[in-house]
Every structure is written in structure tokens, then in C-alpha cells.
């Protein structure tokens, strides 16, 4: 009779997360316009560098900005593993910003050193970006650009 009750009790429990997931995705589908909202990501190829660029709604950038060395296997927010292309990861982890839009992504620029790019959370005032990519050496580091209407993070790496 217990396990029974257990069996039952984690199949709520399951669905209860499940739910949430769902819920949380349908909020996240509108367009990104609040103020300090990731507008989109993108992925480019200049001269001996590839970028990833995260372009924010306004004058301001998250309050916290950390890029730190990830490693597999990567995961996202619900503990799924996102199986990333790469021999090296970056994790882009940004907090207080607005997260219940559809951040527009465009990764089809070809590079040789970024492999992947995936959102691995979304929740809660966090997003955090994970860049698969060749070498560990071949990371540069981050800049921040603040203009008057939009702002901008981007990560660097060397080809």
C-alpha cells in the first residue's frame, strides 16, 4: 500500500513539474520589448574572430553577467541533457532580466570555432547560454556596449 502511495506521489509530483515547464513556455512566446529584455542572439564570422552577440531592449544590461567554463553534459533548466556540439564550453548566465518573451535567435552564420549554441535556462529573471566550441584557448573574453537604445554583450573567440 505504500509504495503504492509513493508511485502516485511521484507521478504528481511529475506532473506538477510538467505543467509548470508547459506554462512557462507559453509565456515566454511574446515579442521582447520590456526594457533590459534579451531582444535576440546571434552568432558572426569577423576577420580572425567569431561572436556571439546578446542584444538587449534599451540602455541597460543585466545586473549580473558571468561567463564561466562548463562541462558535459550539459543541462538544461528541467535536468535534460542538451547533447552540445563542442570540445570546450562557455556559459553565459545573466540575472534581473525580463524572461517571459521568445528571445529571436539567428546562429546560421558559418564558423569554425563555434560549434553550438543552445538556451539552457530561461526562468525566473535568469537566462543562461551555453557555447559549445573547439578549444578552451580559444576564448577571448566578453564586452559590454551600452548605447541609448539598445545594449549589447558579446563573447569572443579567435579562430
Known amino acids: 500500500m505504500k509504495l503504492k502511495m509513493k508511485h502516485k506521489t511521484l507521478r504528481l509530483a511529475a506532473l506538477g513539474a510538467a505543467i509548470l515547464m508547459i506554462s ?3 509565456a515566454a512566446q511574446k515579442r ?3 526594457d533590459g529584455s534579451i531582444r535576440r542572439v546571434t552568432k558572426a564570422t569577423s576577420g580572425n574572430y567569431e561572436t556571439v552577440t546578446f542584444e538587449f ?3 541597460s544590461l543585466p545586473s549580473t553577467i558571468e561567463v564561466t567554463n562548463e562541462k558535459p ?3 538544461n533548466y528541467g535536468g ?3 547533447h552540445m556540439k563542442g570540445r570546450a564550453f562557455k ?3 545573466m540575472s534581473i532580466v525580463p524572461w517571459t518573451c ?5 546562429f546560421k ?4 570555432t563555434i560549434k553550438d549554441i543552445r538556451n539552457s535556462e530561461q526562468f525566473e529573471g535568469y537566462v543562461t547560454y551555453v557555447i559549445g566550441y573547439t578549444a578552451r584557448s580559444k576564448y577571448v573574453g566578453k564586452t559590454e556596449i551600452t548605447g541609448p537604445k539598445s545594449s549589447k554583450i558579446v563573447i569572443k573567440f579567435k579562430r
Do not use: F, M, R
Not at 521568445?102 to 539567428?106: D, Q
Not at 552564420?109 to 569554425?112: G, I, R, T
Open 102 to 106: 521568445k528571445i529571436a535567435e539567428n
Open 57 to 59: 531592449v534599451g540602455s
Open 32 to 34: 521582447c520589448t520590456e
Open 80 to 82: 535534460d541533457n542538451l
Open 109 to 112: 552564420a558559418s564558423s569554425k
Open 24 to 26: 512557462t513556455l507559453a
Open 73 to 75: 553534459p550539459i543541462t
Open 91 to 93: 556559459g553565459v548566465h
